[in-house]
Each structure stands twice: as structure tokens, then as C-alpha cells.
Antibody, heavy 121, light 108 residues
């Protein structure tokens, strides 16, 4: 069964850092691009960042560029999102999602259940 | 950045009726790079349509997508109770890969 399991969410103060992880199972991780999508409480979906299967190609939303870093460890079947300089507006459920192909210009065909990040003093 | 405008914001229909949801882009989007997702309350999104008109694996044929350029449509031919949810369009051809703000499909 194809599964994505996010972890690492929690409560953090403004200006703080957090690293999210997404463990993948049930498919060949290194041939699939991956991305992060977030959803603020009661709001719509916001795309955050994407990475190709090899990890050599990445892209970010303007709202997180320079503060967040996406990466992956294909030996561990794990996707990461390093979040620095966190702001209240980063509060959201963060979904890890698999892209349907190797590259980043692909739709998200498998989604995790999400992990909640709350930024508050 | 490509802005996607979905309409209507809320659509009230009854089971068995036909639903037509619109997604309009601020600039042309290749149809290869337009997707639709369904999100039920408390759940993660689910891919319905990719490439503007191709159904994802396991999606019933009552869901169909169409359109090109700046105007795209998701049609649900006969609504089932489980179809009442929020629907999002997304373009993934030009970074940032933006979503629309969603259409809430509610029971009338």
C-alpha cells in the first residue's frame, strides 16, 4: 500500500525553526517528485515547495522562499521541509504529497494526512 | 504568478443533479498542467483530474474535466452523497504551482 506519513509538527514561537519529515512506503521513492502543500485553519490549499526525484531540482512559493528548504534522502525514503524564521502566517496543516512523475511539473497523486504547525508566542 | 479564480464560491445542489465548477486562469495554462482535487471535511485532498481531462486512478466516470487556455471546467454528471466536498483546481506548469480558492459543493 502506498503511504505517506508526516511528522515533526508542533507549536513553535515566531522566529523559531522546525523540520518536518515525510516517510514514504509502498512505491519506488527515488523515481517520484515530491511536494509540500499547506492549509491554514479554515482556508484553502497553498502550494509550498516541490523537489524532483533526484533532488537536483527544487522550487518554492514566494511566501517561503529564503526561509524554507525542501530536501530528500532517497536512501531513507524520506522527504523533509526545514522551516526557519517562522511567522504566525505559517500556521497550517502541512501535507506531504507525491508527484505523479519524476519531475516537478506533475500533479499530486498521493497525499499524507498532514501535520499541524502552530506558530505562536 | 498565475492566479486561478474558481466560481462559484459555493454551489448548492441536490443528489442526482449535475454540477458544473469553473476555474479561470489569469494567463494561459497548458491543458497538460491543470488538475482538480476533491477535499472532504477533515481529510486530505484527493486527485480527481489531471491534464485538464484525464481521470486519476479509481475516479468514477461521473467526474469529467474540460477546457483549455484560461477556462477550465469540472463536471459531476449525477451527484452522489459522497461528492459534497470542496473542490480545488491547480496549475502545475509554471512555478509557483498555484491553487484556486476552492468551490464548496453543499447539499441543497
Amino acid at each position: 500500500e502506498v503511504q505517506l506519513l508526516e511528522s515533526g509538527g508542533g507549536l513553535v514561537q515566531p522566529g523559531g525553526s522546525l523540520r518536518l519529515s515525510c516517510g514514504a512506503s509502498g512505491f519506488n521513492f527515488l523515481v517520484k517528485g515530491m511536494n509540500w502543500v499547506r492549509q491554514a485553519p479554515g482556508k484553502g490549499l497553498e502550494w509550498v515547495s516541490a523537489i524532483s526525484g533526484s533532488g537536483t531540482s527544487t522550487t518554492y512559493a514566494d511566501s517561503v522562499k529564503g526561509r524554507f528548504t525542501i530536501s530528500r534522502d532517497n536512501s531513507k525514503n524520506t522527504l523533509y521541509l526545514q522551516m526557519n524564521s517562522l511567522r504566525a502566517e505559517d500556521t497550517a496543516i502541512y501535507f506531504c504529497a507525491r508527484l505523479s512523475g519524476f519531475y516537478i511539473e506533475e500533479p499530486s497523486d498521493v497525499w499524507g494526512q498532514g501535520t499541524l504547525v502552530s506558530v505562536s508566542s | 504568478e498565475i492566479v486561478l479564480t474558481q466560481s462559484p464560491g459555493t454551489l448548492s445542489l441536490s443528489p442526482g443533479e449535475r454540477a458544473t465548477l469553473s476555474c479561470r486562469a489569469s494567463q494561459s495554462v497548458s491543458s497538460r498542467y491543470l488538475a482538480w482535487y476533491q477535499q472532504r471535511l477533515g481529510q486530505a485532498p484527493r486527485l480527481l483530474i489531471y491534464g485538464a481531462s484525464s481521470r486519476a486512478t479509481g475516479i468514477p466516470d461521473r467526474f469529467s474535466g474540460s477546457g483549455s487556455g484560461t477556462d477550465f471546467t469540472l463536471t459531476i454528471s449525477r451527484l452522489e452523497p459522497e461528492d459534497f466536498a470542496v473542490y480545488y483546481c491547480q496549475q502545475y506548469g509554471s512555478s509557483p504551482y498555484t491553487f484556486g480558492r476552492g468551490t464548496k459543493l453543499e447539499i441543497k
